[in-house]
């Protein structure tokens, strides 16, 4: 065993005791309870105490970085302990001592930069204002800014698939396809005013655009070439797949849609969650491999899907104001977020993910 594993270990032990005997000593006045760790051979064990007693949660093997990381976060360990954790795990797996090595100044930018995200090939990456405005691509090895150029702002940029190809459109509703290894840009025959969402297909070849408007929202697939609409469908929410091959489309009445990409054949009609509020919330998100998705349809209620047999894996519904799920990054693990009480809970659905993969 290494330095920093022996050193988690007894980080481990000592804060987790302190923080058992805190919670010991305030148990009876606000009925808390606290989570216990504990190391067995090549495994670390999480376990909920409360006045019933010891309940075993998880099990996860001491070289499970991830995995760790993830189950602070979903079991709600103490502030102490958890930042200990993560201070000791991370140490462990990154580089310390980061240097600078390429610095980037933009000719338009202006403000402060709120997020920041590389294409699929990390050739290039957008940055955005602190309010998600004024998109900016650059060239990661060229260190040049890309798009705007002269003096244009713009709505929206994304990539495609590959990385190799990006979508933008100008405040003006212009749109262009910008090829980022040759930088050359082309201006699409057609204009859309203001697009909320926009996406490639699997191949490049068509555009997936998505407007709302007040209570209803339209999908629009453009030829990439030529411009021409070859499909159009009136719903209130749509999303297309990572992969780009699946449309998943939310009609009235709770009903979802999956269509292949040319949104000519419809594949699974598939009955959701009746809402249960007159502002129902018509939200779906793919899991990272396209298998899998999650649809809400109202602040208490989502349902997992696999868009493969168009077949639901799982409903959550809780009473709670707010209720969100996201996916990890290797698509087997689905973190259930929920307010009940006032307090924020999580809850794992990893035997869902991995009994149907």
């Known amino acids: 065993m290494n330095y920093h594993l022996r050193l988690l270990f007894f980080s481990l032990i000592s804060l987790t005791f302190s923080s058992m005997i805190q919670g010991m000593k305030h148990k009876a006045q606000n009925n808390t309870r606290a989570i216990a760790l504990t190391q067995e051979n090549d495994t670390i064990i999480f376990s909920l105490i409360d006045k019933s007693g010891s309940k075993e949660l998880e099990r996860v093997p001491k070289n499970s970085y991830k995995k760790v990381l993830m189950l602070m976060y979903c079991r709600s360990l103490p502030p102490e302990l958890t930042f200990r954790i993560a201070h000791l795990l991370l140490g462990n797996i990154l580089q310390h001592n980061?240097?600078?090595?390429?610095?980037?100044?933009?000719?338009?930018?202006?403000?402060?930069?709120?997020?920041?995200?590389?294409?699929?090939?990390?050739?290039?990456?957008?940055?955005?204002?602190?309010?998600?405005?004024?998109?900016?691509?650059?060239?990661?090895?060229?260190?040049?800014?890309?798009?705007?150029?002269?003096?244009?702002?713009?709505?929206?940029?994304?990539?495609?698939?590959?990385?190799?190809?990006?979508?933008?459109?100008?405040?003006?509703?212009?749109?262009?396809?910008?090829?980022?290894?040759?930088?050359?840009?082309?201006?699409?025959?057609?204009?859309?005013?203001?697009?909320?969402?926009?996406?490639?297909?699997?191949?490049?070849?068509?555009?997936?655009?998505?407007?709302?408007?007040?209570?209803?929202?339209?999908?629009?697939?453009?030829?990439?070439?030529?411009?021409?609409?070859?499909?159009e469908m009136r719903v209130e929410n749509a999303e297309l797949s990572p992969n780009g091959k699946t449309l998943l489309v939310c009609l009235p009445k709770n009903t979802f849609q999956v269509w292949d990409s040319s949104g000519k054949q419809l594949v699974h009609t598939m009955e959701g969650v009746p809402s249960l509020t007159s502002d129902p919330q018509r939200l779906i998100h793919f899991s990272p491999d396209s298998q899998r998705a999650l649809t809400k349809t109202n602040t208490s209620a989502l349902c997992l899907w696999d868009i493969k047999t168009g077949h639901a894996l799982q409903t959550f519904t809780i009473q709670s104001p707010s209720i969100a799920g996201i996916f990890s990054s290797d698509s087997t693990v689905l973190l259930v977020s929920y307010n009940k009480n006032g307090h924020a809970q999580s809850a794992l659905a990893k035997s869902i993910m991995k009994c149907n993969t």
Request: glycine share 6%; net charge negative.
């Open 98 to 231: 980061f240097e600078c090595t390429s610095k980037f100044v933009s000719n338009t930018a202006r403000g402060e930069i709120g997020s920041i995200l590389f294409s699929p090939n990390n050739r290039t990456f957008i940055t955005r204002g602190s309010n998600g405005d004024n998109p900016t691509l650059w060239d990661s090895e060229s260190k040049k800014q890309l798009l705007p150029t002269n003096g244009e702002t713009y709505r929206l940029i994304t990539f495609n698939a590959t990385g190799t190809m990006v979508f933008a459109q100008q405040d003006n509703d212009t749109m262009s396809i910008l090829n980022s290894t040759t930088e050359e840009l082309v201006r699409l025959p057609l204009i859309v005013e203001q697009i909320d969402k926009t996406a490639f297909n699997s191949d490049s070849s068509l555009i997936f655009t998505l407007i709302y408007r007040e209570n209803e929202a339209g999908v629009w697939l453009y030829d990439r070439i030529t411009g021409e609409c070859v499909a």
